[in-house]
């Protein structure tokens, strides 16, 4: 008896009259049940257009790769789309790097554990000794790669060579910039989480800087990370308010929930295949 499961399909074209139609008959024809569709386009008429559309199918593990082809030459070809399918039976393999922070670590490896993420972590890997118990609690191989201004390039292949076989990489408050060498091998599959004052207060303490200039909203941003420095396209942020009543310490607790809260989304819709980059932004449909 054939298996029943479930893939996922995203969509980025020029938008034109047919895209719903020739995607959900294409589907029909292998017997496939579309038990979710998403679109979005730019404009009301030839903008750009994004679909995510999610379907139940029997065997799709044997038939996966000859559907792929049909419809690159039936459907994609015509429209001119970039897009891709997914089997949601496979598990993205993630790797997490961390420095000495640990509240976004943490509470990416609870809720992994909890079954709120559905994906392997594969390994955590620090420049810093300090989280390996708390990381060997979960039952998590723990990395230690040192980096200094010497050995740099070392250091990036030594990760490299322990990432090798993941599909995402999360930096949970990691606090090393990246090379470009490194970051065009992972294009959009690094997770990067930061404080939103950037880049008004950059460099060390930005909660202190914060407190001096009486900020009123302490905020997140998680973004896929390019070789521009915390520039690249953002898949969610979020902001508390906050007063003068609020001290240092206050700002800072505040502000490591909101970034624990952020980054898991961001990395829960990229697991599930919700994101869609185009450009230096992105649709969401979470």
């Known amino acids: 008896m054939s298996q029943l499961a479930t893939a996922t399909l995203l969509i980025k074209c020029q938008d034109r009259a047919g895209i719903v139609q020739a995607v959900s008959e294409f589907f029909y024809r292998y017997g496939a049940n579309i038990i979710s569709l998403d679109q979005y386009s730019t404009e009301p008429e030839g903008g750009q257009y994004f679909m995510r559309l999610e379907m139940a199918i029997n065997d799709l593990d044997n038939i996966i790769d000859n559907m792929k082809g049909s419809f690159e030459h039936t459907v994609a070809r015509i429209y001119q789309m970039e897009w891709k399918l997914f089997d949601n039976s496979k598990r993205k393999k993630v790797a997490i790097l961390v420095s000495k922070y640990d509240h976004a670590l943490l509470d990416l490896l609870w809720r992994w554990q909890q079954g709120q993420l559905d994906c392997e972590i594969t390994c955590v890997v620090s420049n810093h000794h300090d989280l390996r118990q708390a990381v060997e609690n979960f039952g998590v191989p723990f990395h230690q790669v040192t980096v200094s201004k010497d050995n740099k390039v070392q250091a990036e ?130």
């Open 157 to 286: 292949a030594e990760i490299q060579a322990l990432v090798k076989n993941c599909d995402l990489l999360v930096l949970a408050r990691y606090m090393q910039i990246l090379s470009a060498e490194f970051t065009a091998a992972w294009h959009m599959k690094i997770i990067n989480i930061h404080h939103s004052f950037l880049p008004a207060f950059v460099g060390a303490d930005p909660y202190r800087q914060a407190y001096e200039k009486g900020v009123k909203l302490i905020g997140a941003t998680a973004h896929y990370v390019t070789a521009d420095l915390d520039q690249g396209p953002i898949i969610e942020q979020d902001v508390h308010r906050v007063s003068h009543r609020h001290h240092v310490a206050e700002l800072r607790a505040i502000g490591q929930d909101v970034e624990r809260s952020v980054l898991t989304r961001a990395v829960r819709w990229h697991l599930q295949n919700r994101v869609i980059v185009t450009g230096n932004k992105t649709v969401v449909f979470n």
